[in-house]
């Protein structure tokens, strides 16, 4: 397939997390777009320039400009990509400064969580210690019934508070290691 300036224009690429910054790539497609146009203005001029020296030896110095200086693309993309790594240094340096920030929130929730355990443990244990009959007082089986119910599902409460911390926990520890994964495997 033939490329040509309004094909390069034209085509649109998908964006993904992994991916190149589309502003610069749009900008290098652009200066590309832009020295296939020189190249076509010379090719159109040298073609000129061929025909006219077939009708005769005086037209063809005449009709074609000198070239225009050309862009050294290896020294530009020598020079983006070394923005680039600078640009990702900061970017894992960045990943590596909340990753600490969220290990420090994982383990303040990990010390509630063990907080909330060590109160449901006490529950439980109150909940133990209820269910024998005090000497000092008698309880009806009605109260007894109610007072361990609602230390149990204050017991289950905090159990499910607890596995809900541990959870949150384990997410924010995965979600920042696949981060840091994924930043690594950018500049390997």
């Known amino acids: 397939m033939p490329i040509s300036i309004s094909i390069i224009e034209a085509k649109e690429f998908k964006i993904v997390r992994k991916g190149f910054d589309p502003q610069e790539v749009d900008l290098f497609l652009d200066e590309i777009c832009d020295h296939i146009d020189l190249l076509n203005r010379q090719i159109d001029a040298l073609q000129q320039r061929v025909a006219q020296a077939s009708q005769g030896p005086g037209y063809a110095r005449a009709a ?21 790594r600078l640009k990702a240094r900061g970017l894992i340096e960045e990943a590596q400064q909340d990753a600490a920030q969220i290990r420090a929130e994982a383990e303040k929730l990990m010390e ?77």
Do not use: C, G
């Open 64 to 84: 074609v400009p000198p070239p225009a200086a050309t862009v050294d693309y290896a020294a530009q993309a020598q020079n983006e990509l070394a923005q680039a």
């Open 112 to 188: 509630e969580a063990e907080q909330v355990r060590a109160q449901a443990e006490d529950a439980r244990q109150q909940a133990d210690r209820q269910k024998q009959p005090a000497q000092e007082e008698t309880w009806n089986s009605e109260e007894m019934q109610r007072e361990k119910e609602a230390l149990q599902d204050e017991i289950e409460m905090l159990r499910a508070a607890a596995r809900d911390y541990r959870q949150r926990f384990l997410r924010l520890v995965e979600d920042q290691q696949h981060v840091l994964n994924a930043e690594q495997e950018l500049f390997d």
